[in-house]
Nanobody, 124 residues
Framework: QVQLVESGGGLVQAGGSLRLSCAAS????????MGWFRQAPGKERELVSV?????????RYADSVKGRFTISRDNAKNTVYLQMNSLKPEDTAVYYC????????????????WGQGTQVTVSS
């Protein structure tokens, strides 16, 4: 079993930045593909970004965040990060950390492991 704990959410003004962190435990972190999803009120959960295991050589981003968000991983710290710059009000959502042994499962959101979520609110 894998436990995922997010941190770093909060309230920020449009144009500002936040960095989300997700600490993983319960399995060798480097074997896990990791990612971030988000869900805004009244909307379905959507992929934000994913990063491959073990080294993070492959990443994918939603079109809406390309050029503004950066995903990274630190296997020594069992942590994945999401650096969010130039935030917009439409980025407001609960952000969920996600993990799976299988990259393809994670990319389509049928992964095995989820965090509890962290709220990000961007004011205009």
């Amino acid at each position: 079993q894998v436990q995922l704990v997010e941190s770093g959410g909060g309230l920020v003004q449009a144009g500002g930045s936040l960095r989300l962190s997700c600490a993983a435990s319960g399995r060798t972190f480097s074997t896990l593909a990791m990612g971030w999803f988000r869900q805004a009120p009244g909307k379905e959960r959507e992929l934000v970004s994913v990063i491959s295991s073990p080294s993070g050589s492959t990443t994918r981003y939603a079109d809406s965040v390309k050029g503004r968000f950066t995903i990274s991983r630190d296997n020594a710290k069992n942590t994945v990060y999401l650096q969010m710059n130039s935030l917009k009000p439409e980025d407001t959502a609960v952000y969920y950390c996600a993990a799976d042994l299988a990259w393809n499962r994670l990319r389509i959101g049928v992964n095995d492991y989820w965090g509890q979520g962290t709220q990000v609110t961007v004011s205009s």
